[in-house]
């Protein structure tokens, strides 16, 4: 019993803790109710006694930022504007003593705070997010430190720790696997929804679930630059950071509510100085106007889509890392790609095998990988790679000898076998066949590389590897030429030829090659002038200057150079190009949602104020209109939670 009681004080604790301006906006409601009841029946002593503990409760948080704006920065707000018309609507009640209208200026803030906590509900889901990222990584790792295991705080871990993760536990930091395999569930980091193998020579992400296999890894940077880490510090920073719009907004929200006071005090005053009005319902209608004029919704209309939209991406493995970035990509027009490591996997793959009349493509394949086992050349490990995969049985080759940038040559069971460039064979007096020779141009043509295989004088084959278009990259670019992007341009260091192949493989009109660094920021620069709005996606250092340059800077998370991740404004958190469609079309929706819900709060607050100078409105029709209308928008802007 006692547990339970202690266990329901923390969750009260905690609700009251998480949720302070539900809670406020709750009791109010309670007070406001309970002094309307008193009214009723007669008590005013009573209701007089519950009410102002209700505008209190209600009113705290408002009046408190207002006054320090007004304060600090001798501005006036949103906020006090709300006070001013309460507070003025509970004076006139005890002047007139009509005193329900002390219930209309209590409804005044009781949907002021209502308002207040809907809008909190996408900050809050956002925090939970980080919450939930920083409770993937555990408190400990298993260190293996002279020959024993031994449990250490993750903060105590340095660059070159050796850990132990075994099955069912999650990574304690990102490191590299030095020793056995497994399937990584890292959908909590990355989005990806299948998990993914991972063997020597790969990285691991702090958080992410091990699979059946027990990993030893290897820690290469400190714990808190890891991947998790950094979203955390971005996603936080991204709820501070207010969107170019946001602050317009917010400027004008200022300017504004100094006319709307102005304007008040003179609906309030002149009438009945000049007109002959009565002051109960001149000051009365002013009360209406300053509460039915005030931009409550128009505030409301930005922020709560922006970071229903951040905590979304984020979800789905999309790092927006402001509010700004997420309203830019629903507006682009120019779409930069990096060739390599972005429409390619970056890596070098084996594409064809052509053997010569009476070699088997396994045996040619065996012989080739027995000399290039022991190369670190990309294109060894590509072929070593390859026959792993294929299950090729593996012979052993001695004397091995590289020469470097031309190619390799060892021994197989006595007979002396080369691989490397064509010109480098025939310096080795092999023969080569005129067929073969027609067939390597046409490999190369196509962008790929070719390496000659020969044992002794004779040759036996070709090899040909290439960085591989990305299973996903042709269908992404129709999509994107769907949606309306205008231009999508292909970038790369790489040779025009190779570069040309893969522009035809994913019908890619206009490409750039042979480019440094400096070129492709010149080349952004003109996409920017042409075009009203240019993304860059990209992953490596040379990359780094044109994301800075774009107008939005897209990194590929799984596989990107720091440097990259660092300066891009959007982090695509795995290799996977489709959740670039899936940001570009949570832009293009919060931007609609934003446009709808500045047009449906401007075009309420119009028509309250005619219905107010045609003194069709009361104070709570005014005030359940004007703030319903701020209500309204605030879930508009929820909406993309569901996306």
């Not at 890596?347 to 052509?354: A, C, E, G, Y």
């Not at 190619?407 to 073969?436: A, R, T």
Request: one cysteine or more.
């Amino acid at each position: 019993m006692i547990n339970l009681r202690s266990n329901s004080l923390v969750s009260v604790r905690n609700f009251f803790q998480h949720y302070p301006e539900t809670i406020a906006a709750i009791v109010c409601a309670i007070l406001v109710l309970m002094g309307w009841v008193c009214l009723q029946l007669g008590w005013v002593g009573l209701a007089f006694l519950v009410l102002p503990i209700a505008y209190v409760i209600g009113g705290y948080e408002s009046a408190k930022d207002g006054l320090t704006t007004l304060l600090k920065e001798k501005q006036f707000d949103v906020d006090l504007l709300m006070i001013f018309a309460a507070l003025g609507a509970a004076f006139l009640g005890v002047w007139q003593t009509d005193y329900f209208l002390i219930i209309d200026g209590g409804i005044l803030i009781l949907i002021f705070a209502i308002s207040g906590a809907l809008e909190s509900i996408a900050m809050e889901q956002t925090e939970r997010n980080i919450h939930q990222l920083m409770g993937l990584t555990p408190d400990t790792a298993t260190v293996i430190a002279h020959q024993q295991q031994q449990k250490i705080p993750i903060n105590q871990l340095k660059i070159g720790d050796i850990i132990v993760v075994k099955p069912g536990e999650r990574i304690p930091t990102d490191a590299m696997i030095i020793s056995g395999h497994s399937s990584l569930n890292q959908a909590p980091i990355t989005g990806e929804s299948i998990p993914v193998d991972k063997t020597i020579g790969d990285e691991v992400f702090a958080g992410t679930l091990n699979g059946n296999g027990v990993l030893q890894l290897k820690v290469h940077q400190p714990p808190e630059s890891s991947l998790i880490q950094r979203v955390i510090q971005l996603v936080e920073k991204a709820q501070t950071d207010s969107p170019p719009s946001q602050q317009w907004m917010e400027k004008f929200e200022r300017s504004y509510a100094k006319v709307i006071i102005i304007v008040g005090l003179a609906l309030g005053t002149l009438p009945p100085l000049f007109l002959g009005w009565d002051w109960e319902t001149t000051i009365y209608r002013a009360l209406i106007f300053l509460v039915v004029a005030s931009p409550c919704a128009l505030m409301a209309s930005i922020m709560p889509a922006l970071l229903s939209g951040i905590a979304t991406g984020a979800r789905h493995g999309i790092l927006f890392k402001n509010g700004a970035q997420l309203e830019k990509i629903g507006r682009i027009k120019a779409i930069a790609f990096d060739k390599t490591g972005t429409l390619t996997t970056g890596k070098l793959t084996v594409v064809d095998i052509i053997p010569i009349q009476g070699i088997l493509e396994t045996e040619l394949l065996q012989l080739a990988v027995a000399v290039e086992s022991v190369s670190e050349h990309p294109i060894g490990q590509a072929i070593a790679k390859f026959a792993i995969e294929k299950n090729i049985p593996r012979i052993s080759a001695f004397n091995v000898a590289t020469q470097i940038g031309e190619g390799i040559i060892g021994q197989v069971d006595e007979q002396q076998i080369f691989i490397g460039k064509l010109e480098w064979i025939q310096q080795h007096q092999i023969e080569v066949n005129s067929e073969l020779i027609e067939i390597s141009d046409h490999l190369e043509t196509d962008g790929k590389t070719v390496v000659w295989v020969a044992k002794n004088q004779q040759t036996l084959g070709l090899i040909a590897v290439a960085d591989t278009v990305r299973s996903e990259a042709k269908t992404l670019i129709k999509h994107l030429k769907k949606l309306g992007i205008e231009q999508v341009v292909m970038l790369t260091g790489d040779h025009q030829r190779t570069a040309d192949s893969v522009a035809k493989q994913l019908n890619i009109d206009l490409v750039y090659a042979n480019l440094l660094p400096e070129d492709k920021l010149t080349i952004v620069q003109q996409l920017k002038t042409r075009y009203q709005g240019v993304a860059m996606v990209g992953d490596g250092i040379n990359d780094a200057p044109a994301l800075a340059l774009a107008d939005v800077g897209i990194a590929m998370g799984g596989a990107g150079n720091d440097i990259a991740l660092e300066t891009a404004d959007i982090v695509l958190m795995t290799d996977q190009l489709g959740k670039l469609l899936k940001a570009i079309k949570l832009g293009r929706r919060a931007n609609r949602i934003i446009q709808q819900n500045i047009a449906f709060a401007l075009s309420f607050m119009v028509l309250l104020l005619i219905s107010n100078f045609f003194g069709s409105i009361n104070m709570p029709i005014g005030v359940i209109g004007h703030e319903g209308s701020t209500v309204l928008v605030t879930l508009s802007g929820l909406r993309l939670l569901k996306s």
